[in-house]
C-alpha cells in the first residue's frame, strides 16, 4: 500500500514516519512538505495556490492525504483526503457538544465546516464551542511542541474541569495531536487526526 501525505510543517514528517511504523510496517509513505502554502493561504487560498495544489495532488502516487486544516477543502477538491475527515465523523457518531481546539483563526472555518458535515451525515445535531489557542501557535512555530502539547493539554483540562458539558474534544490541527496522549485521563473523549486519518488511507 502507498500513501502520500501533503503536509505544510516540516515537523509532521516524524510524526507519521513513527505513526506509519507502528500502524503499517509494510505500507510505503510518501511525504512532501510544503510550509510555503500555509503561508500563503493565510488571507485564503487563491487561485493560484488552488492550482498548485491540485497538481501535487494529481501527481502524487497512491491514495493521497492532505494533513493541512487550512488548504484542506482545496485539496479535498482536488482529490486528496483531508486528514480531519475520519475524525469529524468519529466525533458525530459520539455526539456534541464538541469542544473544537484549533491554533490558527484560518483553521475556524475549514474544521468547523467539516464537522458540521460529518454531524449532518450522522443525523446528529450538536453544539460545537469553539477553543481557540493563536496565542499559543508561536510554541509550535518554534518547534516547542512538548511545550505547545501541554499548554493545548492544560487549557483543554481547565474548560472540563469547569463542569462545561462536553462530549467529545476534537483537536482539530495535526500539530496538537500530542496533547491528546496528555489528555487520557481526561474521562472526556479527546480525538486526534494522525492516526484515524493514516488507518482510513491505508484502508481505501
Keep these: 500500500m502507498r500513501v502520500t501525505l501533503l503536509h505544510t510543517a516540516e515537523g509532521h514528517r516524524a510524526r507519521f514516519e513513527a505513526l506509519g511504523a507502528r500502524v503499517s510496517p509494510g505500507a510505503e509513505l510518501r511525504q512532501e512538505v510544503r510550509e510555503d502554502w500555509l503561508a500563503r493561504a493565510q488571507g485564503g487560498v487563491s487561485a493560484e495556490l488552488e ?29 486528496a483526503m483531508r486528514v480531519d475527515w475520519p ?10 457538544p464538541v469542544l473544537l481546539v484549533y491554533g490558527l ?21 450538536a453544539v460545537v464551542h469553539p477553543m481557540p489557542l493563536m496565542r499559543f501557535w508561536p510554541l509550535f512555530e518554534a518547534g516547542e511542541q ?7 493539554a492544560g487549557e483543554v483540562r481547565q474548560v ?6 462536553i462530549g467529545c474534544v476534537v483537536l482539530a490541527q495535526v ?8 489528555l487520557a485521563d481526561l474521562g472526556v ?15 481505501a
Design 51 to 79: 492550482a498548485e495544489i491540485a497538481d501535487a495532488v494529481a501527481g502524487a502516487e497512491g491514495v493521497v492525504i492532505c494533513t493541512c486544516t487550512t488548504i484542506g477543502p482545496a485539496a479535498e477538491k482536488a482529490g
Design 87 to 96: 475524525m469529524m465523523q468519529a466525533a458525530a457518531r459520539i455526539g456534541g
Design 105 to 125: 483563526e484560518s483553521t475556524w472555518g475549514p474544521s468547523l465546516g467539516l464537522l458540521e458535515r460529518a454531524l449532518a451525515a450522522e443525523g446528529c445535531e
Design 146 to 152: 512538548a511545550a505547545f502539547d501541554a499548554v493545548v
Design 160 to 165: 472540563i474541569g469547569s463542569g462545561r458539558e
Design 175 to 182: 500539530s496538537m495531536a500530542g496533547a491528546a496522549e496528555l
Design 189 to 203: 473523549p479527546v480525538l486526534a487526526s494522525p492516526e484515524l486519518a493514516l488507518r482510513a488511507g491505508l484502508e
